[in-house]
């Protein structure tokens, strides 16, 4: 593959793309400690957030957000750089953190690790972004979890976590 334009257009995109892969920490817990039943209406709840904050961006129209596994999501967003799917990617993670979500006169509250990479920047491929989300969200995992991290080659000039106070 020649460019990252070139990987763009096999992607359906313009010039650049980028993606989000989120995991909700400490999952299992919920539905072990309060029943499937609550862990479904916390996807339900944190899946409308996620579309609310999409929806805001100027490309939202074109985002596609979806259920990868458990209680992964991805969004994809389709001619958005790196520094937007961050700021987005930071939104989203103090909205699900500040969010108590009614459950059977219970109040229930989770956080977020995202992982972000961009298209040309970390990825030529769709297998490659994925992948470069991936592990950038193994290590928002690894490092505490209720954070945002991106792939390491912007790790060492200082861009690649954000994490709001």
């Keep these: 593959m020649g460019s990252g334009a070139d990987a763009a257009v096999i992607l359906g995109l313009s010039s650049e793309c980028s993606l989000l892969l989120a995991d909700l920490d400490r999952f299992k817990s919920i539905n072990d400690t309060h029943g499937h039943p609550a862990g479904d209406e916390v996807l339900r709840v944190v899946a409308q957030l996620l579309r609310e904050h999409v ?86 995992k690894s490092e505490g979890r209720n954070r945002v991290c991106q792939p390491e080659d912007a790790w060492r000039t200082g861009l690649a976590r954000t994490k709001l106070a």
């Excluded at 074109?62 to 987005?88: H, I, M, N, Q």
């Excluded at 920047?121 to 994925?130: K, L």
């Design 55 to 140: 929806g805001r961006m100027r490309s939202g129209e074109r985002s596609v957000l979806a259920r990868y596994g458990g209680e992964e999501l991805v969004v994809l967003l389709p001619g958005v750089g790196l520094a937007g799917a961050l700021r987005l990617a930071a939104e989203i993670r103090l909205a699900v953190e500040q969010r108590a979500i009614p459950f059977q006169n219970k109040s229930l509250r989770v956080t977020i690790s995202i992982g972000a990479a961009s298209c040309p920047r970390h990825a030529m491929t769709p297998a490659d972004i994925i992948s470069a989300a991936d592990q950038s969200l193994y290590r928002a």
